[in-house]
T-cell receptor, first 113, second 114 residues
């Protein structure tokens, strides 16, 4: 079945450590997105990529980095510069020419100890 | 600039009762509107979308929403709630139809009681 796979589902990190969240899709979608979800705040866009080897900052990119070396993969690194990294992270994708419908992975919950 | 407001962060209904989740938007152009559902510790799933075709949109699991331009609203309804409807619901708006310009509301948590 086609879909988006995020790993790990749960992750614990000590302060000062970088951590990378994986996102892989087999939907053949060109565009991929990373969102952060905090209670009562909805979803906020971190980074997005519309094509391989290109990506743009979203609304809250500070303290995060991404890469897009393959169409299927869009990993997110939460760096030590992110001051409040504990959150639920969601990866999503869309088909080119679509009407904005997002397909989501099941999310990764990051907790900083 | 676009924005979306969901009235009521928590809504509780009895099983079998009408579900009404409110969403109001602002947009300078005809919007694309979406409702997504999220079950605990999972990603979001599209319930339905409005893209300037019929104003009454039917989605999955018996949900529907009506686009009312005069009221700038896109409320989500279901005639009879089921226990399995308990989840968080997000309304989202886009001016351009592209996901990179999608703005989400803060969500409404639906509780269904016996």
């Amino acid at each position: 079945d086609g879909g988006i796979t995020q790993s790990p589902k749960y992750l614990f990190r000590k302060e000062g450590q970088n951590v990378t969240l994986s996102c892989e899709q087999n939907l053949n979608h060109d565009a991929m997105y990373w969102y952060r979800q905090d209670p009562g705040q909805g979803l906020r866009l971190i980074y997005y990529s519309q094509i391989v080897n290109d990506f743009q900052k979203g609304d809250i990119a500070e303290g995060y980095s991404v890469s897009r070396e393959k169409k299927e993969s869009f990993p997110l690194t939460v760096t030590s510069a992110q001051k409040n990294p504990t959150a639920f992270y969601l990866c999503a994708s869309t088909a080119t020419g679509g009407t904005g419908e997002l397909f989501f992975g099941e999310g990764s919950r990051l907790t900083v100890l | 600039a676009q924005s979306v407001t969901q009235l009521g962060s928590h809504v509780s209904v009895s099983e079998g009762a009408l579900v009404l989740l409110r969403c109001n938007y602002s947009s300078s152009v005809p919007p694309y509107l979406f409702w997504y559902v999220q079950y605990p510790n999972q990603g979001l799933q599209l319930l339905l979308k409005y893209t300037s075709a019929a104003t009454l949109v039917k989605g999955i699991n018996g949900f529907e929403a009506e686009f009312k331009k005069s009221e700038t609203s896109f409320h989500l309804t279901k005639p009879s709630a089921h226990m399995s409807d308990a989840a968080e619901y997000f309304c989202a708006v886009s001016d351009t139809g592209t996901a990179s310009k999608l703005t989400f509301g803060t969500g409404t948590r639906l509780q269904v009681t016996l």
